[in-house]
């Protein structure tokens, strides 16, 4: 099993910074692809991040792009999300997933994703 833990979250104004964390352990975090999603009442989980075992390969949802960054550091079995420039809109619940994978890969859709966080919420003030 690969427990999860994000934190991070909170409120800031809109055009502000947050970053999230998200803490792995159980197994060997750098044998797990990453995957950051967020989700609103009513709404299917989003797609925000992905990111291949080494960090390598990321890729971020257009809605997303530019403002945000994944990373991670594998010393440390921590995923990351730099979020700048908030909107209102990215006012989410923000999860972290896990899939035990090759290298050069990550999934963007949740279905991909074995293991989860329990979420950090982040709300973007107008």
């Known amino acids: 099993q690969l427990q999860l833990v994000e934190s991070g979250g909170g409120l800031v104004q809109a055009g502000g910074s947050l970053r999230l964390a998200c803490a792995a352990s159980g197994r060997t975090f750098s044998r797990f692809a990453m995957g950051w999603f967020r989700q609103t009442a009513g709404k299917e989980r989003e797609f925000v991040a992905g990111i291949s075992t080494n960090g390598g390969d990321t890729t971020h949802a257009e809605s997303v792009m530019g403002r945000f960054t994944i990373s991670r550091d594998n010393t440390k079995n921590t995923l990351y999300l730099q979020m700048n420039s908030l909107k209102p809109e990215d006012t989410a619940v923000y999860s972290c997933?896990?899939?035990?994978?090759?290298?050069?890969?990550?999934?963007?859709?949740?279905?991909?994703?074995?293991?989860w966080g329990q979420g950090t919420q982040v709300t973007v003030s107008s």
């Open positions: 997933a896990g899939k035990l994978s090759g290298t050069n890969w990550y999934g963007t859709s949740q279905y991909d994703y074995d293991y």
